[in-house]
């Protein structure tokens, strides 16, 4: 059974940091593609962040780029998303997904967790 779950979140003063991680469990991890997506109050859900675990190449959303790192530690099945510098624009609830490499859509998501940024 394929499962992510995603831990980390909580509240923080703007331009303060946390890190984020995303255990995944049931399937082969090398294989996939983590992406880290958010869904702020009243706004669509919007992709992150994202690794290949088999090659280690990585894409970021233009507003989180130069203070968001996505990294994995494939020993531990972990993705892990350090978030500095930190806007109250960033607060939302923050989930993790993957798919297989050869796949386009990610179906596989774990719980979320919020993101509470204070101005």
């Known amino acids: 059974e394929v499962q992510l779950q995603a831990s980390g979140g909580g509240l923080v003063q703007a331009g303060g940091s946390l890190r984020l991680s995303c255990v995944a469990s049931?399937?082969?991890?090398?294989?996939?593609?983590i992406g880290w997506f958010r869904q702020a109050p009243g706004k669509e859900r919007e992709g992150v962040s994202f690794?290949?675990?088999?090659?280690?190449?990585?894409f970021y959303e233009d507003s989180v780029k130069g203070r968001f790192t996505i990294s994995s530690d494939n020993a531990k099945q972990t993705v892990y998303l350090q978030m500095n510098s930190l806007k109250p624009e960033d607060t939302a609830v923050y989930y993790c997904?993957?798919?297989?490499?050869?796949?386009?859509?990610?179906?596989?998501w774990g719980q979320g967790t919020l993101v509470t940024v204070s101005s």
């Open positions: 997904a993957a798919r297989p490499n050869v796949a386009v859509r990610y179906a596989y």
């Open positions: 049931g399937f082969n991890f090398d294989d996939y593609s």
């Open positions: 690794i290949s675990i088999s090659d280690g190449s990585t």
